[in-house]
């Protein structure tokens, strides 16, 4: 069983940066593309940016400039490292991973827990 789980939320002032990182945990399988999304309240879940096996990546266009999103393959993690932050993007943020078991069997998504994110003047 593969969990994700995120740490690094919390509050900060507009202008001001956090970071997100998503650690995967487990053993026995093997991740392909990694991304975070997030859900505002009354909103639904959206891409804010992913992460493919071959380094590749995109970003949503309201955090393109903004976000950077990376990835350590050997720990199996993913950071979200999230500047010049704006009200708008408070949310809950959630990791997200294409997993498949070595064993065999079919790619599945996996998602964390959510993290809080809140950017408050």
Same mark, same amino acid.
């Given at each position: 069983? /593969?969990?994700?789980?995120?740490?690094? @939320?919390?509050?900060?002032?507009?202008?001001? %940066?956090?970071?997100?990182?998503? $650690?995967?945990?487990?053993?026995?399988? %093997?991740?392909? $593309?990694?991304?975070?999304?997030?859900?505002?309240?009354?909103?639904?879940?959206?891409? /804010? $940016?992913?992460?493919?096996?071959?380094? %590749?990546?995109? +970003?949503?266009?309201?955090?393109? @400039?903004?976000? &950077?999103? %990376?990835?350590?393959?050997?720990?199996?993690?993913?950071?979200? +490292?999230?500047?010049?932050?704006?009200?708008?993007?408070?949310? /809950?943020?959630?990791?997200? $991973?294409?997993? /498949?078991?070595?064993?065999?069997?079919?790619?599945?998504?996996?998602?964390?827990?959510? &993290?809080?994110? &809140?950017?408050?003047?």
């Amino acid at each position: 069983q /593969v969990q994700l789980v995120e740490s690094g @939320g919390g509050l900060v002032q507009p202008g001001g %940066s956090l970071r997100l990182s998503c $650690a995967a945990s487990g053993s026995g399988f %093997s991740i392909g $593309a990694m991304g975070w999304y997030r859900q505002a309240p009354g909103k639904q879940r959206e891409l /804010v $940016a992913r992460i493919n096996l071959d380094g %590749s990546s995109n +970003q949503s266009d309201s955090v393109k @400039g903004r976000f &950077t999103i %990376s990835r350590n393959y050997a720990k199996n993690t993913a950071t979200l +490292q999230m500047n010049s932050l704006k009200p708008e993007d408070t949310a /809950v943020y959630y990791c997200n $991973a294409e997993v /498949v078991e070595l064993s065999g069997g079919s790619w599945n998504i996996y998602w964390g827990q959510g &993290t809080q994110v &809140t950017v408050f003047s």
